[in-house]
DNA sequence: CTTGAATGAGACTTTATAGTCTCGTTCCCT
DNA sequence: AGGGAACGAGACTATAAAGTCTCATTCAAG
């Protein structure tokens, strides 16, 4: 069955990369149990490959947005939603750390891009409800909810988190983080 | 002058590899202005290569670590003072993110390895001192400040954030995302 | 049973890059 | 000025991995 294979060489690419960043296609092709002229008969090269795979999480992502977009009564519940979804999901993430080829792939670039606007928008709502300090800078809550996210996802591969555990933590980490909390009168308006 | 070369090689390899995790020889060679050849005079390998940039990372940390040692009364002090001096080092760390090679190394693994550990250890006397909560796992809060440290880095490098308000911004998330929430009024002795 | 699509195996070519070597030049030191 | 160390340039080899091609095999459908 071709999709099965495809997909069998989809999960072993990210699982083989996730692991070793510059894993060559004969151990792509290995890990898949598949020879590796077949992952040639469905993915027109390395570069192709990648791309599908950037893809793959690229639309994970945008489902899951989806989904909290339509669950979500408030922005702050959305960015808890999303957040927890993109950990649950890691494993299709973490390849991405290192795919530095990507950046030459527009439709890629283009989408991150567009989904990096999209959280910035949600961080620009959260901080309209409270949630969010506004004196933060976005760029700088974007950010570190990407490597708190991605600590998480390390966290789970490496064995010493549960996904569950690691969904909780990041969350409980932005919240208590970054958010206003009412209570919070301290003076902190420095940050040029 | 062998000293300046060596050096220019080392910068040169850390500013491109930070940009580009799999880029050739002749990249950095063109990058330090140096002939390709010189690499290999200083150099035993590309290996060499690698291992001395972490080396030098590795050294950075410690030398902070020591500073921080020495000049901080309290853990949590010392945990200030690390983390700010990584991140205002960044650039010579951000190539790591990549270096699946280095794990290869014996020595830089144990190093790695005692660094976390020392890093670990400082988290559970900030915990006594009631800076980090008990209640999380010291494997999370290491991970975490990991993470954040690296989103910062990856911002001041992206132009996004600078230096000092990158520092800022990473101790300040920190603090009130993982400190208990009594212990607040200690963590505003403004940085440098 | 027959057929055709998907596959596995592996030979083969191509390309990029690591690593080696040589030679002429530059530049510093005495 | 003379001499040696460090360097730049580039030719050269070795190797690993990408990408192409062929052929025999499997397997499901008719």
Chains 1, 2 share one sequence.
């Not at 979500?72 to 960015?79: E, H, P, S």
Request: net charge negative; aromatic share 6%.
């Amino acid at each position: 069955m071709a999709l099965a294979t495809r997909e069998r060489i989809l999960e072993a690419a990210g699982a083989t990369l996730s692991r070793n960043p510059n894993a060559s296609l004969d151990q792509i092709a290995v890990e898949a149990r598949v020879g590796r002229a077949t992952v040639f008969r469905h993915f027109e090269s390395r570069a192709g490959l990648l791309k599908a795979l950037a893809s793959r999480a690229i639309d994970e992502t945008d489902r899951a947005t989806r989904l909290a977009a339509a669950d979500a009564r408030t922005a702050t519940d959305a960015l808890r939603l999303i957040t927890q979804a993109v950990v649950g999901a890691g494993e299709s993430f973490r390849f991405l750390d290192s795919a530095a080829e990507l950046y030459d792939e527009p439709e890629i670039v283009e989408a991150y891009q567009r989904q990096m606007s999209e959280l910035a928008d949600l961080v620009g709502a959260a901080k309209r409800e409270g949630f969010i300090r506004p004196d933060l800078p976005t760029a700088w809550v974007v950010a570190s909810i990407d490597g708190l996210i991605w600590a998480a996802c390390r966290a789970v591969g490496d064995g010493e988190l549960g996904v569950v555990q690691a969904q909780d933590l990041v969350w409980e980490t932005i919240a208590s983080g970054l958010s206003a909390e009412g209570a919070r009168e301290d003076r902190h308006a420095d940050q040029a």
